[in-house]
């Protein structure tokens, strides 16, 4: 039984919709059509060929291509000992496609991340909510247009968070993007760091102005109750 | 009648956060929050507890407390200064993080069959060494969990000596840094095989000691046989991976399934328990500790000489003094340092056998020095996921012992 083997299996059974093997690195990727029947191939990867393991769910941001967001699962077999890799597609418009937490129990967290980190969303999850970043954060971090020092944004008496400082930003040359001297000048500028300090300060001073704390309404009074 | 008194709590850390839902309680099930502080959860985990006396009736854990953003990191950053942050995904066994990652880099490059022999035995060596600290603190601070806080102090003592084999051979304790992709940073200093043989000869006392402390010790067994039990099918269903799925009876090792390195040339045996109990887990890690003493033993005879990088001035920084003067090294140094190794476009999934279970790194490349997307998939994140489904029906007090025989990191939970 090899991944091969399974592949083709696999292909056999849903013939219109699995693409055919690539193999890069001893690994075999094969691509779904329709993101919306992943939940029935994977019942079917998991029943029928033996891959009763979801080693990893993750996504990829394809920024500027369509359809923009890859989900990609890893599946292994304890039994054959052998791996997959499904990909997905999913179109910006669209954001959400079919659960497998049916399949495999341990979607049910991956998923979760998939939903925190990029914004997609999945259809049949039992609790989809945030699990690294706290309720009502409003974004989706791991996107390609959210900027790696972060955003603005204030849920009172939960959070909040401001630009980290990047002192010069990160020091990696991207083939096409902007070289060493086109980043030039790297240096400090005081005053402009004090205007950003400065409106980072006016901001909490706001806040603590309003409500008596820094991070939101102040202790609430205990009520007295009587008779 | 008794009267009812509102009292409203004044710590605005102590209320629910604006969007929690209270469940509804019918009777008398009070909710219990074991928060973030807390000494017994091993790091920042927040569990949300509805109790019914003192049965469990609900359990909704919580990360990402610690959530530093190492994946959006490492979209900016060369393959090689991402090696730093590895150390601190479990920060308890950097060595293990280092050599997976960089396994991970080698295999999308396709130079994971290039590596110098010497190079593969010294990070066996290495993935050892984290797998005995990693185990050492963890059942050290498990039985303090449960109460025998002797077992802790014992265990640290071998870990400080592991420290410092670390930091003589990498020059940090903790955070160690030392693999590069294509070799190692630098290769062992003189005497480190000594110092580590001496070492082993220790540590084995000690497991003996511990093991005398805590096996057949009536209240630890009361404590943990029997507690937290996961059939093999739930353990695979919830993509447990390492000791914990090795403690429900799957015979899975990634050494021994996938081999990577030297592992296919190695003698060792890989523990499986039968009921899958927190007692079990305990015993798995203790009997890999032994074992990873006896593969240690192995790889400092086999160890061969020659060198530690693989020959490539594309991968591994040349040697300084061929820099100093040779055009082509200068080129490779200087490429390398400012744009990274040029990986090519394409993508690979590698799992490792860490300490804690199987840490997976995904990257998918469009080519050149950085990441297009790096996922980490991390054993403690998801060997946490199986707490909701496992914690009801126990009582408050196994929590700790339960979360205690996971081992789990939330260094690594959360990224």
């Given at each position: 039984m090899t991944a091969l083997e399974l592949a083709a299996q696999l292909r056999a059974k849903f013939p219109d919709l699995i693409s055919e093997p690539a193999e890069f690195r001893g690994e075999l990727t094969l691509r779904l059509a329709d993101a919306e029947r992943v939940a029935e191939v994977c019942a079917f990867a998991k029943s029928g060929l033996g891959f009763d393991y979801l080693v990893d769910m993750t996504s990829v941001d394809n920024y500027g291509e369509d359809p923009r967001f890859t989900v990609v699962y890893h599946l292994y077999g304890y039994g054959h000992l052998c791996q997959l890799r499904l990909k997905v597609e999913v179109s910006e418009e669209k954001g959400d496609l079919p659960t497998v937490t049916g399949v495999w129990r341990t979607a049910d967290w991956h998923e979760r991340e998939?939903?925190?980190?990029?914004?997609?969303?999945?259809?049949?999850?039992?609790?989809?909510?945030?699990?690294?970043?706290?309720?009502?954060?409003?974004?989706?971090?791991?996107?390609?247009?959210?900027?790696?020092?972060?955003?603005?944004?204030?849920?009172?008496?939960?959070?909040?968070?401001?630009?980290?400082p990047m002192a010069g930003g990160p020091f990696v040359t991207i083939a096409g993007g902007k070289d060493t001297v086109a980043r030039e000048p790297r240096v400090r500028i005081p005053e402009t760091d004090a205007l950003e300090t400065n409106a980072r300060l006016e901001r909490r001073r706001d806040v603590k102005e309003a409500h008596g704390h820094a991070w939101g309404p102040g202790p609430v009074q205990p009520k007295k109750e009587g008779p | 009648m008794a009267e009812l008194r509102v009292i409203e709590v004044p710590d605005a850390g102590a209320r629910p956060e604006a969007g929690d839902e209270l469940p509804e309680l019918e009777g008398e099930r009070m909710?219990?929050?074991?928060?973030?502080?807390?000494?017994?959860?091993?790091?920042?985990?927040?569990?949300?507890?509805?109790?019914?006396?003192?049965?469990?009736?609900?359990?909704?854990?919580?990360?990402?407390?610690?959530?530093?953003?190492?994946?959006?990191?490492?979209?900016?950053?060369?393959?090689?200064?991402?090696?730093?942050?590895?150390?601190?995904?479990?920060?308890?066994?950097?060595?293990?993080?280092?050599?997976?990652?960089?396994?991970?880099?080698?295999?999308?490059?396709?130079?994971?069959?290039?590596?110098?022999?010497?190079?593969?035995?010294?990070?066996?060596?290495?993935?050892?060494?984290?797998?005995?600290?990693?185990?050492?603190?963890?059942?050290?601070?498990?039985?303090?969990?449960?109460?025998?806080?002797?077992?802790?102090?014992?265990?640290?003592?071998?870990?400080?000596?592991?420290?410092?084999?670390?930091?003589?051979?990498?020059?940090?304790?903790?955070?160690?840094?030392?693999?590069?992709?294509?070799g190692l940073s630098r290769d062992l200093p003189p005497g480190w095989v000594e110092q580590c043989r001496q070492f082993l000869n220790e540590v084995v006392v000690n497991i003996d000691e511990t093991e005398t402390f805590l096996t057949r010790n009536r209240i630890f067994a009361d404590r943990t046989q029997g507690i937290g039990v996961i059939p093999k099918d739930v353990a695979i269903d919830y993509g447990l991976s390492g000791p914990n799925l090795r403690g429900s009876g799957v015979e899975h090792d990634l050494r021994k399934a996938q081999p990577y390195l030297v592992y296919d040339r190695l003698k060792f045996d890989v523990p499986v328990g039968s009921a899958g109990d927190c007692y079990d887990r305990y015993l798995v890690r203790i009997e890999e500790m032994r074992q990873s003493v006896k593969i240690l033993h192995q790889c400092l005879?086999?160890?061969?000489?020659?060198?530690?990088?693989?020959?490539?001035?594309?991968?591994?920084?040349?040697?300084?003094?061929?820099?100093?003067?040779?055009?082509?090294?200068?080129?490779?140094?200087?490429?390398?340092?400012?744009?990274?190794?040029?990986?090519?476009?394409?993508e690979i999934y590698f799992g490792h056998e860490n300490p804690k279970g199987e840490l997976g790194f995904y990257i998918n490349s469009k080519g050149g020095g950085t990441p297009h997307r790096l996922k980490i998939r991390s054993p403690s994140f998801v060997n946490l996921s199986i707490l909701s489904h496992l914690l009801p029906g126990h009582m408050l007090s196994d929590v700790t012992a339960i979360l205690g025989s996971f081992d789990f990191v939330m260094g690594e939970a959360d990224r």
């Open positions: 998939i939903y925190d980190m990029m914004g997609l969303r999945f259809r049949g999850h039992p609790d989809l909510r945030r699990i690294l970043m706290w309720e009502g954060y409003p974004y989706f971090p791991l996107r390609k247009d959210f900027p790696l020092a972060g955003k603005h944004s204030d849920a009172p008496e939960v959070a909040f968070t401001d630009p980290a | 909710v219990l929050n074991v928060g973030p502080s807390h000494p017994a959860t091993h790091g920042v985990l927040r569990i949300v507890l509805e109790l019914d006396g003192e049965v469990i009736t609900k359990a909704r854990p919580e990360i990402g407390y610690l959530h530093r953003g190492d994946e959006k990191i490492a979209e900016n950053m060369t393959y090689t200064q991402f090696i730093p942050y590895t150390d601190r995904l479990d920060y308890l066994a950097p060595l293990a993080n280092n050599v997976a990652y960089a396994l991970a880099v080698e295999k999308l490059l396709g130079i994971d069959r290039q590596l110098p022999p010497r190079c593969q035995y010294i990070r066996v060596i290495c993935s050892e060494l984290a797998r005995v600290s990693s185990h050492l603190l963890g059942m050290g601070s498990y039985a303090m969990d449960v109460g025998a806080m002797t077992v802790f102090l014992h265990t640290f003592t071998e870990r400080e000596k592991i420290y410092n084999l670390c930091e003589s051979l990498t020059g940090a304790r903790f955070t160690t840094n030392y693999t590069r992709i294509g005879d086999q160890l061969p000489g020659g060198p530690v990088n693989v020959p490539d001035g594309k991968v591994v920084l040349p040697p300084k003094h061929r820099v100093m003067t040779g055009m082509e090294e200068l080129i490779h140094h200087f490429i390398q340092v400012t744009q990274g190794v040029n990986a090519p476009p394409g």
